[in-house]
């Protein structure tokens, strides 16, 4: 979060008060139905990752429902933005407390989803490559790496007093689980079994064609939302969709980078659009807060309506409507 929070000082530190007249006047001036049309495309890609891991859970346990699904989705998606990787484990415990399911299953099966979408990511990524390679190589050279650079660098500068905590804090825990040895071996077994059966859900899909539509179409779903944003401006609208493919194959990595892409994301999408498409500052940094600003809301909105609904639909299984 540091990170992000410190980009994002970097970037808007770099703005004039020109610039600030000029960022004023966009964003009065952008064609928010396009920002509809973007939020209605991300939506859709949440409902499509639903239901892309009920098919991946269904081998070790049974099928959720895709409400349940859905909502323990929106969930840990609006936690990802407090915490690096929160996410992952609270849409689990969410789908796990509803659903009655292992938890530890359904972390196994949420870091095959991660590989896939690594997977998917670098896929897009050659693709863009190939088609693109003159107008990225560039930034490819002197921009990709600079977040994951600065990541590192911050790791280096951790004060000792922090290190010394964390390292009483491990021993501390070491020495409480030797104490309890007997039962901690018993759950870390049970765990892990649980764990890696998961993991080994990918392996016996009984639906594999449908699972892998929704994988690439969970993507083709983050292109157009990301596409229909270049038509909110008219300095943008001559962006193609093989354009919105480079700029999303970098930001994506921002969104890897700091917890909910903050700072990181917009960092890229205006380098991207300024260094390789001459778009205007003031137009860049416009659109790159209104892509990241609008699904931000979409996932808070999305994540709040699921904390409400949840413990509604689940409170009397006799109306079947959470086993969707």
């Not at 983050?222 to 969709?241: K, Q, R």
Request: glycine residues 8%.
């Amino acid at each position: 979060m540091g990170i992000g929070v410190a980009l994002v000082y970097l970037i808007v530190s770099k703005i004039t008060p020109d610039d600030w007249k000029n960022i004023k006047l966009a964003a009065a001036n952008a064609n928010y139905f396009w920002v509809v049309v973007s939020l209605a495309i991300g939506a859709l890609s949440h409902l499509l990752r639903a239901a892309r891991w009920r098919i991946l859970i269904e081998p070790i346990d049974k099928k959720p429902g895709l409400a349940n699904t859905f909502f323990a989705v929106m969930i840990g998606y609006m936690a990802n933005y407090a915490l690096p990787r929160l996410g992952e484990v609270s849409r689990c415990g969410v789908l796990a407390k509803y659903e009655k399911l292992s938890f530890a299953g359904l972390v196994g099966t949420v870091i095959v989803e991660r590989i896939i979408d690594l997977l998917m990511l670098l896929l897009f990524f050659a693709i863009m490559l190939l088609l693109n390679f003159n107008k990225v190589y560039s930034i490819i050279k002197n921009k990709a790496t600079t977040v994951f650079q600065s990541k590192w660098d911050s790791f280096k500068h951790i004060n000792p007093i922090i290190l010394i905590l964390i390292a009483v804090v491990l021993i501390g825990g070491i020495w409480f689980l030797y104490k309890k040895k007997d039962k901690f071996l018993g759950f870390t077994k049970k765990f892990i079994g649980n764990f890696l059966g998961g993991i080994k859900s990918i392996g016996s899909l009984k639906k594999p064609v449908l699972f892998w539509f929704y994988s690439i179409a969970i993507w083709i779903m983050y292109l157009l939302m990301l596409y229909v944003c270049f038509l909110c401006f008219s300095e943008t609208s001559h962006l193609t969709v093989l354009d919105a493919l480079v700029v999303l194959s970098f930001a994506t990595f921002g969104v890897i980078a700091t917890p909910g892409g903050i700072g990181a994301y917009q960092w890229i999408v205006i380098s991207v659009l300024t260094h390789i498409y001459f778009i205007s500052q003031s137009i860049s940094f416009t659109l790159a807060w209104i892509i990241w600003g609008s699904q931000l809301i979409l996932v808070v909105l999305l994540g709040l309506i699921s904390l409400l609904l949840l413990p509604i639909i689940n409170k009397n299984d006799k109306t079947g409507i959470h086993t969707v």
